[in-house]
């Protein structure tokens, strides 16, 4: 330690208890006392469990506000997460974020941190592609695909933008002159080369007297502007030859401009040239969406399922039926700690009668329809994101009063091939099964070879402990057969929410 700061130390230990208290007094009295106005506002420590509208809060980019007048009426509202209705709550999902550090747990987070190693300090709002894309099929298929026809591609919709002529054997200068002739009629060649040259021949002339020329035919020009239009005429002869094509190119630009004007006052329209995220051309991007949607609603079977849930609804049960239904839950893990989630499902049915909950998820892929279960399924875990949607529909549940566990809870993928617009893999939608439904939970053993179905058709790849030992001591499974161990969301939650604690308690 610093000698110096060591004797003030030894000083302060010195003066007694009460002196100190007597010395800070006097202190405390001697200063300015500050306004309240300048000093931060007070913030109430939170007391037992945060209810939700202290645990979520909405963080929408300026840049998305600046652009969405739909968004930026809600956040302008003021309005608490907890006031927002379904459609508020879809069009904000992606903007819902923790209150002070809290994290908000979401299946694409989750995802993210057991395939790519990802946590919440990555976790950025921007638009891809693929997510727009999925958007739009959603937004089809909620609207009978209405939303299609406000999908504008300029090349469809205007045509292709004129082709500017060839200005090869002109000189920077020159095309500077012709726009300038073109872009404003009322000006003469002379006028144009002054407003391009900056050299003596045009500093020599003054302002006034050229304008005086420009208005009196009759005027009498003095010899520096002689020298002036001499230069300019010059100019003029080598640009004549392409001034009419150009100003018919400049015509034609024009109105081209004017009716993209025109597709862009409709607040309805979604440009798809001017996303910025957009990688693929905008005719491809509309092409997929319309195909992909076509695909799903030319499939009866598929259509009922949205519909209706997997089995025979009939009309006097109770239903209720959700497209892109939000919901904000918690979950207690096991260690005690309660974690904030958000969900949402791209569709929910509801039967009450027969205590039957429908969650189904449209997935677009770019493989080949046959191919979605042994690539998507597995490598993104899908198993694993419905069962987090499950546990959140339990949650609901318990709000609108309902005891989950007397609830069928029965997961559905409704999978799209952008690349051969085929539905399903083998079958038209993908069931899946319980045992890869407690492994999307708790974790469990996979063999990711094939296609497996159970006795009634649904996907099951996942296999208990009981099982695998069982077929591994059978001799059916063996270390070539590509064994692999899955963790489910609640164990992937669990180890970081530890680590995020250890990585805290060494700050």
Same mark, same amino acid.
């Given at each position: 330690?610093?000698?110096?700061?060591?004797?003030?130390?030894?000083?302060?230990?010195?003066?007694?208890?009460?002196?100190?208290?007597?010395?800070?007094?006097?202190?405390?009295?001697?200063?300015?006392?500050?306004?309240?106005?300048?000093?931060?506002?007070?913030?109430?420590?939170?007391?037992?469990?945060?209810?939700?509208?202290?645990?979520?809060?909405?963080?929408?980019?300026?840049?998305?506000?600046?652009?969405?007048?739909?968004?930026?009426?809600?956040?302008?509202?003021?309005?608490?997460?907890?006031?927002?209705?379904?459609?508020?709550?879809?069009?904000?999902?992606?903007?819902?974020?923790?209150?002070?550090?809290?994290?908000?747990?979401?299946?694409?987070?989750?995802?993210?941190?057991?395939?790519?190693?990802?946590?919440?300090?990555?976790?950025?709002?921007?638009?891809?592609?693929? &997510?727009?894309?999925?958007?739009?099929?959603?937004?089809?298929?909620?609207?009978?695909?209405?939303?299609?026809?406000?999908?504008?591609?300029?090349?469809?919709?205007?045509?292709?933008?004129?082709?500017?002529?060839?200005?090869?054997?002109?000189?920077?200068?020159?095309?500077?002159?012709?726009?300038?002739?073109?872009?404003?009629?009322?000006?003469?060649?002379?006028?144009?080369?002054?407003?391009?040259?900056?050299?003596?021949?045009?500093?020599?002339?003054?302002?006034?007297?050229?304008?005086?020329?420009?208005?009196?035919?009759?005027?009498?020009?003095?010899?520096?502007?002689?020298?002036?239009?001499?230069?300019?005429?010059?100019?003029?002869?080598?640009?004549?030859?392409?001034?009419?094509?150009? =100003?018919?190119?400049?015509?034609?630009?024009?109105?081209?401009?004017?009716?993209?004007?025109?597709?862009?006052?409709?607040?309805?329209?979604?440009?798809?040239?001017?996303?910025?995220?957009?990688?693929?051309?905008?005719?491809?991007? =509309?092409?997929?969406?319309?195909?992909?949607?076509?695909?799903?609603?030319?499939?009866?079977?598929?259509?009922?399922?949205?519909?209706?849930?997997?089995?025979?609804?009939?009309?006097?049960?109770?239903?209720? =039926?959700?497209?892109?239904?939000?919901? &904000? *839950?918690?979950?207690?893990?096991?260690?005690?700690?309660?974690?904030?989630?958000?969900?949402?499902? #791209?569709?929910?049915?509801?039967?009450?009668?027969?205590?039957?909950?429908?969650?189904?998820?449209?997935?677009?892929?770019?493989?080949?329809?046959?191919?979605?279960?042994?690539?998507?399924?597995?490598?993104?875990?899908?198993?694993?994101?419905?069962?987090?949607?499950?546990?959140?529909?339990?949650?609901?549940?318990? =709000?609108?009063?309902?005891?989950?566990?007397?609830?069928?809870?029965?997961?559905?993928?409704?999978?799209?091939?952008?690349?051969?617009?085929?539905?399903?893999?083998?079958?038209?939608?993908?069931?899946?099964?319980?045992?890869?439904?407690?492994?999307?939970?708790?974790?469990?053993?996979?063999?990711?070879?094939?296609?497996?179905?159970?006795?009634?058709?649904?996907?099951? *790849?996942? &296999? #208990?402990?009981?099982?695998?030992?069982?077929?591994?001591?059978?001799?059916?499974?063996?270390?070539?057969?590509?064994?692999?161990?899955?963790?489910?969301?609640?164990?992937?939650?669990?180890?970081?929410?530890?680590?995020?604690?250890?990585? #805290?308690?060494?700050?």
């Amino acid at each position: 330690m610093n000698p110096l700061i060591e004797k003030e130390k030894e000083k302060e230990n010195k003066i007694p208890v009460q002196k100190q208290d007597e010395e800070f007094e006097k202190l405390t009295q001697s200063m300015v006392e500050i306004p309240k106005e300048f000093l931060p506002p007070e913030i109430e420590p939170m007391t037992g469990i945060p209810n939700n509208d202290e645990v979520y809060f909405i963080n929408v980019p300026s840049e998305v506000i600046n652009k969405n007048p739909e968004i930026e009426k809600i956040v302008n509202s003021g309005k608490k997460i907890k006031d927002l209705n379904d459609e508020e709550l879809k069009l904000i999902y992606h903007y819902i974020e923790g209150y002070i550090g809290q994290r908000i747990y979401s299946a694409s987070i989750i995802n993210d941190i057991e395939i790519r190693g990802r946590g919440f300090e990555d976790q950025i709002h921007v638009e891809s592609d693929s &997510l727009f894309i999925g958007t739009q099929i959603h937004l089809a298929m909620e609207t009978q695909g209405n939303n299609l026809k406000n999908l504008i591609a300029y090349e469809e919709s205007i045509g292709l933008p004129p082709g500017k002529p060839d200005l090869s054997k002109l000189t920077p200068d020159l095309i500077k002159i012709l726009d300038e002739l073109v872009s404003n009629p009322k000006i003469g060649f002379v006028r144009a080369y002054t407003i391009v040259k900056n050299n003596k021949t045009v500093s020599d002339v003054k302002p006034e007297e050229l304008k005086k020329w420009e208005e009196d035919e009759e005027y009498e020009p003095s010899k520096e502007l002689n020298r002036l239009i001499n230069a300019a005429t010059k100019e003029y002869e080598k640009i004549k030859p392409f001034y009419k094509t150009y =100003k018919e190119y400049h015509e034609r630009l024009k109105n081209y401009k004017n009716k993209k004007e025109r597709l862009r006052k409709k607040p309805e329209n979604i440009i798809l040239d001017e996303l910025e995220f957009r990688k693929i051309n905008p005719l491809t991007m =509309k092409k997929t969406i319309k195909l992909a949607y076509e695909a799903l609603t030319s499939n009866t079977v598929l259509m009922n399922v949205y519909k209706n849930g997997y089995s025979e609804i009939v009309k006097e049960n109770k239903i209720k =039926k959700y497209t892109e239904k939000v919901i &904000l *839950w918690d979950y207690v893990l096991e260690d005690g700690t309660k974690i904030y989630c958000k969900s949402m499902l #791209d569709r929910l049915i509801l039967d009450f009668t027969n205590k039957t909950a429908f969650i189904e998820d449209i997935k677009t892929h770019s493989k080949p329809a046959r191919k979605f279960v042994s690539t998507n399924y597995f490598e993104y875990g899908y198993f694993r994101s419905m069962a987090f949607y499950e546990d959140s529909v339990r949650y609901y549940l318990k =709000k609108l009063g309902q005891n989950p566990d007397e609830w069928n809870f029965i997961s559905i993928l409704l999978p799209v091939s952008t690349m051969s617009f085929e539905t399903g893999c083998y079958n038209p939608i993908v069931v899946i099964s319980n045992i890869d439904l407690n492994m999307g939970k708790t974790g469990g053993y996979i063999r990711p070879i094939g296609t497996k179905f159970n006795k009634i058709g649904q996907v099951q *790849w996942g &296999l #208990d402990k009981k099982q695998f030992d069982k077929l591994h001591d059978l001799g059916l499974i063996h270390n070539n057969a590509y064994e692999y161990y899955i963790r489910g969301w609640k164990q992937i939650v669990s180890e970081y929410e530890q680590k995020i604690t250890l990585k #805290d308690e060494k700050i």
